[in-house]
């Protein structure tokens, strides 16, 4: 196979996309049309904020590092993502990748930098002789299940071998509670490099999982008869020294939190609402975010406890984290990671006060009151009311998620089960 480049960016609807350039191509960037930030899951061209799409559809320019490109999962082929740029060098307004820099540099301007580690769930998927699509026969497939009755065809294998050879930082990988679903853990990196890291592992999962005749999708209800699959961040902050900022010793969880850590708290807390237009972005987001479903559904807090929304778990010193687990796959992560630190960072910077922690079960009894909304429509209104993390997000990005998803609204409105999974289920 001929040598290639395949630079890439995750848009606004979470598909990667991207061009093959030959290996002799030598510069760092490439040019794309802006109004690919117009294009909906159906491929209808829309006049979205920031898309130029009336204006003559013009260029945007990918740029990346060249130290970034790496060799990929597909033979003679080099990988890299970068930023998006309008036409006058600027950077672009709706880049999610863009948007989690300018969070990072507001936490650097306080002195800390974030890091985070991330838990992706998803479900595999194969064609019946009819052409549906239907779950991967894996009758042996049980909550932290491995091996051949877990996988008979394989492929959770062969993605944990491809991402030791290209050195992706996987962590854990196991089967989940619904079969048959799996979750990836990746380590704790640096904000940025974590969701660059996180893309290119699902579209290679993705990928190898096609190779084996498997659609892996990372939609947050793909099968409605079973449970959902989140995208859980797990952040900490560095102080100057490089150490653990929300570190007070060895122990962790609720009774060791630094005031940075409870301001944190109190930011993902007060901004609950707004936050689910970004991290839970499809119509089929709200089948997962339910009460009583380990989603992330109730405003509330709690500690080694995964029936709340921001869980503050025991292990402390090098590991204090908190996690939030409102997120989906099917988000952009990186404008997802953004909505998170940013919401975090008002909490510290505006002096919200932390409300008291969760002490029910989140099955049958809670002390939450509120929860997000019951479906998208609900939850972009909640979003646009939250104009404090719009504006820290970008006021710009946040335009166009709100009109793109509030077509999706109309797009979805008359579409349920598979039909609602297959509107979505080829991109995440």
Same mark, same amino acid.
């Given at each position: 196979?001929?040598?290639?480049?395949?630079?890439?960016?995750?848009?606004?609807?979470?598909?990667?996309?991207?061009?093959?350039?030959?290996? *002799?191509?030598?510069?760092?960037?490439?040019?794309?049309?802006?109004?690919?930030?117009?294009?909906?899951?159906?491929?209808?061209?829309?006049?979205?904020?920031?898309?130029?799409?009336?204006?003559?559809?013009?260029?945007?320019?990918?740029?990346?590092?060249? *130290?970034?490109?790496?060799?990929?999962?597909?033979?003679?082929?080099?990988?890299?993502?970068?930023?998006?740029?309008?036409?006058?060098?600027?950077?672009?307004?709706?880049?999610?990748?863009?948007?989690?820099?300018?969070?990072?540099?507001?936490?650097?301007?306080?002195?800390?930098?974030?890091?985070?580690?991330?838990?992706?769930?998803?479900?595999?998927?194969?064609?019946?002789?009819d052409g549906s699509l239907v779950p991967y026969d894996n009758p042996g497939g049980v909550v932290y299940?491995?091996?051949?009755?877990?996988?008979?065809?394989?492929?959770?294998?062969?993605?944990?071998? *491809?991402?030791?050879?290209?050195?992706?930082?996987?962590?854990?990988?196991t089967a989940e509670y619904d079969a048959p679903q799996f979750e990836f853990t990746l380590r704790h990196?640096?904000?940025?490099?974590?969701?660059?890291?996180?893309?290119?592992?699902?579209?290679?999962?993705?990928?190898?999982?096609?190779?084996?005749?498997?659609?892996?999708?990372?939609?947050?209800?793909?099968?409605?008869?079973?449970?959902?699959?989140?995208?859980?961040?797990?952040?900490?902050?560095?102080?100057?020294?490089?150490?653990?900022?929300?570190?007070?010793?060895?122990?962790?969880?609720?009774?060791?939190?630094?005031?940075?850590?409870?301001?944190?708290?109190?930011?993902?807390?007060?901004?609950?609402?707004?936050?689910?237009?970004?991290?839970?972005?499809?119509?089929?987001?709200?089948?997962?975010?339910?009460?009583?479903?380990?989603?992330?559904?109730?405003?509330?807090?709690?500690?080694?406890?995964?029936?709340?929304?921001?869980?503050?778990?025991?292990?402390?010193?090098?590991?204090?984290?908190?996690?939030?687990?409102?997120?989906?796959?099917?988000?952009?992560?990186?404008?997802?990671?953004?909505?998170?630190?940013?919401?975090?960072?008002?909490?510290?910077?505006?002096?919200?006060?932390?409300?008291?922690?969760?002490?029910?079960?989140?099955?049958?009894? *809670?002390?939450?009151?509120?929860?997000?909304?019951?479906?998208?429509?609900?939850?972009?209104?909640?979003?646009?009311?939250?104009?404090?993390?719009?504006?820290?997000?970008?006021?710009?990005?946040?335009?166009?998620?709100?009109?793109?998803?509030?077509?999706?609204?109309?797009?979805?409105?008359?579409?349920?089960?598979?039909?609602?999974?297959?509107?979505?289920?080829?991109?995440?």
């Open positions: 196979m001929t040598e290639r480049l395949r630079p890439l960016f995750c848009d606004h609807l979470s598909i990667m996309r991207g061009k093959y350039l030959p290996a *002799t191509y030598h510069a760092s960037e490439a040019r794309f049309c802006r109004s690919a930030f117009g294009v909906h899951f159906d491929k209808d061209l829309l006049p979205a904020p920031g898309s130029m799409m009336m204006e003559g559809l013009p260029d945007m320019v990918l740029k990346w590092e060249p *130290t970034h490109v790496r060799d990929s999962w597909h033979e003679d082929v080099r990988v890299v993502v970068g930023d998006l740029y309008d036409e006058h060098g600027a950077p672009l307004p709706l880049c999610g990748r863009g948007a989690l820099r300018r969070a990072v540099e507001a936490w650097k301007g306080l002195g800390y930098t974030p890091r985070i580690g991330i838990e992706f769930e998803c479900f595999a998927l194969q064609r019946a002789e299940g491995t091996g051949p009755f877990t996988d008979p065809a394989r492929f959770m294998d062969a993605i944990w071998e *491809t991402a030791e050879e290209l050195d992706f930082r996987l962590e854990m990988m990196d640096d904000a940025l490099a974590a969701m660059d890291e996180a893309v290119l592992f699902r579209l290679m999962a993705r990928e190898i999982a096609l190779e084996h005749g498997v659609l892996l999708t990372f939609l947050p209800k793909p099968l409605e008869d079973r449970g959902g699959s989140g995208l859980h961040f797990n952040v900490s902050l560095d102080d100057e020294r490089g150490e653990n900022a929300f570190a007070t010793g060895a122990k962790g969880g609720p009774g060791h939190m630094t005031d940075l850590m409870k301001g944190c708290v109190a930011g993902l807390v007060h901004h609950h609402k707004g936050l689910a237009g970004l991290l839970a972005p499809t119509a089929n987001s709200y089948h997962r975010l339910q009460p009583a479903s380990l989603s992330g559904y109730w405003k509330n807090w709690g500690g080694d406890h995964r029936n709340v929304t921001t869980r503050v778990p025991a292990e402390g010193g090098a590991k204090a984290r908190f996690e939030h687990r409102m997120a989906d796959a099917a988000a952009n992560p990186y404008t997802a990671a953004a909505a998170v630190l940013q919401a975090a960072r008002l909490g510290v910077t505006e002096g919200y006060d932390l409300p008291p922690k969760e002490t029910g079960d989140g099955f049958e009894h *809670t002390d939450a009151t509120e929860g997000v909304a019951g479906s998208l429509a609900e939850a972009l209104d909640d979003l646009e009311a939250d104009t404090a993390l719009a504006e820290a997000v970008g006021a710009d990005l946040v335009a166009n998620q709100l009109f793109m998803r509030r077509q999706e609204v109309e797009k979805t409105g008359g579409l349920e089960g598979a039909s609602l999974r297959d509107f979505y289920v080829w991109y995440i």
